[in-house]
């Protein structure tokens, strides 16, 4: 099953994430966020890691020169619904602190870590977003 893609987050959500969360020895979630442009949902699935009961992604987009759309889409509505397995949940996303990035990109990185061979990869700083449930 592909990580990004329709497939995943239609598998994900008709097993309640007994397809889909397990992915390639990590874990996925599924973001929704609000398109910038649109204003219709969009899903994405995503690897994530926890912080004291908090949900961390990183916008890396494979290393790309720039960010994925998802992230770009909270820049205008931070508030994003998350599906982790059966539990479906509202948060708030913010970026990590330039003080806490490093303690939380290495819990990224113990999920996945591909994540420095991207940031080598890109002169862009690559962000962990913090999922703060409300």
């Known amino acids: 099953m592909p990580l990004h ?6 598998r994900y ?22 398109g910038r442009k649109t204003g219709e949902p969009r899903t994405t699935p995503l690897i994530y890691g926890q912080h004291n009961g908090d949900y961390l ?26 599906q982790v397995k ?15 990035k490093p303690e939380l990109w290495k819990t990224m990185t113990a999920e996945w870590p ?3 061979e991207y940031q080598e990869r890109t002169d862009r700083e690559i962000p962990v977003v913090v999922l703060e449930p409300v």
Do not use: F, M
């Not at 893609?5 to 239609?10: F, W």
């Not at 059966?86 to 990590?96: F, N, V």
């Open 57 to 82: 992604v990183v916008a890396s987009k494979g290393g790309s020169s720039t960010p994925p759309a998802w992230y770009r889409n909270l820049s205008e509505n931070p508030e994003v619904e998350l």
């Open 86 to 100: 059966d539990s479906r949940l509202k948060a708030r996303a913010r970026d990590a602190s330039p003080e806490e």
């Open 114 to 116: 591909a994540y420095d």
């Open 5 to 10: 893609g329709p497939e995943h987050v239609e």
């Open 13 to 34: 959500r008709a097993t309640e994430g007994d397809e889909g969360h397990d992915w390639q020895g990590t874990q996925t979630l599924l973001l929704t966020t609000i």
